[in-house]
């Protein structure tokens, strides 16, 4: 969320870096219940009741003290007294008002995303997206590449009519050294983080509270891409990502500067609805309803976000180079950027069987964004004014787009599959997968 003093004194600014990720004000107003919503105007009227309020609450000081003289005096006060109960009731119906229109800024602030920074590239959507660099040569083959969603059911280890039996569209099974290779990339991207990139290993809940998913951005605006559910009289959502629990951990903190970075590793199972997805990648694994990944996050300071997001990046590259696949750093435009983020990097790994480039991997500087709604704050110096921590999070990897991966660049001729040598030790020893 927007600290809304910055809104309220950078208006054009504001409206400006909006206008470059596509949003206008028309737009947010389109939302049910902000309809007409002008928070510019709205924090005026604030300001001016706050100042109406104050100056009423001055005025039953001076007259309470002036009726305890007449008291003491034994003088009549009941006109006094007549102004101040006509006082009393304009000073509850201001704070009445000013609690409405709190909530309605809050309301209106809940759906404004995050801010781009003055580095990212300006457009309107991931055409305008600039390559960094690429690490690696695609590989070349003698014979025709198969996408995974045919090299998996040949080999065996990839069922997708088995899972639509079970739970639908947008389900895989996995069997044999199929699951024996999704457990080994988990392992191995772990090990790696924990062991070689400093980050704290953490399994969190997987179900979170409607408050858990507000203060890191899920809602209000994207619920129709949740799954929730019900506890009793309560209702939870699962997770889409570890990123909302782990950067939640701190809710209603205030943490002091010699803890940070927090940097955590995560291996959740995530859960999306894709109702944005408008039948896109409908094949294989690549969007599916449920899948694993292994989440970086990091709390950190202002000054220091930005070079913790280009660490983060070369944290997830590393598990790419040690699997020896290729892939390029993008940065998103303004138009392709998420709603918390301020700056997001994607990796993409080269894949062999769609001729392309493919996410693998999104990091992203939030700044205070989500601190704000979670209210994470810590301290610069010792007794000092907290401040927000800014929060990061990154994909260190997708894991079943790893896989993907994997099995479409170490394809041979005969439809066997070479076992990369990083993974080798996570896989007993085991070198190739052939059909069974």
């Known amino acids: ?32 219940g902000l309809t007409g919503v002008d928070p510019w105007a709205l924090d005026a009227e604030r300001r001016a009741s706050l100042q109406e309020t104050e100056q009423l609450r001055h005025r039953q000081r001076l007259v309470g003290e002036e009726i305890a003289r007449l008291g003491k005096a034994k003088q009549d006060a009941s006109a006094l007294k007549a102004e101040m109960k006509g006082v009393s009731d304009e000073i509850k119906g201001l704070e009445a008002r000013l609690a409405e229109l709190e909530s309605r800024l809050r309301q209106f602030l809940l759906m404004v995303p995050n801010l781009p920074d003055d580095s990212v590239p300006v457009g309107p959507d991931a055409s305008a997206n600039r390559e960094v660099r690429r690490v690696g040569e695609p590989p070349r083959f003698a014979f025709e590449p198969k996408s995974h969603w045919d090299l998996g059911p040949e080999l065996g280890i990839l069922d ?6 079970v739970s639908g569209a947008r389900f895989a099974v996995y069997w044999d050294l199929g699951a024996r290779l999704e457990r080994a990339l988990i392992q191995f991207m772990l090990e790696l983080h924990t062991r070689e990139r400093g ?23 994207f619920e129709g891409d949740l799954f929730k559910t019900r506890a009793g009289d309560r209702e939870l959502f699962l997770i889409p990502t570890a990123e909302v629990p782990l950067t939640a951990l701190h809710r209603d903190e205030i943490l002091e500067a010699s803890q940070l970075p ?19 990648d409908v094949r294989g694994l690549i969007r599916q309803h449920q899948f694993h990944k292994v989440e970086l996050v990091k709390l950190t300071s202002a000054e220091s976000s930005m070079d913790e997001l280009e660490s983060m990046v070369a ?7 040690r699997l020896g696949l290729a892939y390029r750093v993008v940065v998103l435009s303004t138009g ?17 069987g769609q ?4 996410e693998i991997s999104s ?16 301290r610069p110096e010792p007794k000092g004014k907290p401040r927000f921590v800014h929060t990061l999070n990154g994909s260190g990897l997708a894991v079943g787009r790893t896989l993907i991966a994997v099995l479409e660049n170490y394809q041979r001729a005969d439809g066997s599959v070479v076992v990369p040598e990083a993974l080798r030790p996570y896989m007993g020893g085991v070198e190739e997968i052939r059909a069974r």
């Open 1 to 32: 969320m927007l600290d809304l003093k910055f809104v309220v004194e950078n208006r054009q600014r504001v409206l400006a870096k909006l206008a470059s990720r596509g949003q206008s004000l028309e737009q947010l107003q389109a939302w049910p």
């Open 160 to 165: 997708f009519e088995r899972a639509a039996k």
């Open 199 to 221: 980050y704290r290993e953490v399994i969190p809940p997987y179900l979170v509270t409607p408050e858990t998913m507000l203060g890191t951005g899920q809602l209000p605006k």
């Open 262 to 280: 927090l940097k955590y590793v995560s291996f959740t199972p995530c859960f999306r609805s894709e109702a944005g997805s408008y039948g896109k």
């Open 315 to 321: 944290d997830a590259e590393e598990v790419l180079k």
């Open 336 to 352: 392709d950027m998420g709603f918390n983020s301020a700056k997001t990097y994607d990796l993409e790994v080269w894949l062999p």
């Open 355 to 358: 001729q392309a480039y493919r």
């Open 363 to 378: 990091c992203s500087n939030c700044t205070d964004f989500q601190a704000r709604r979670s209210n994470v704050r810590y």
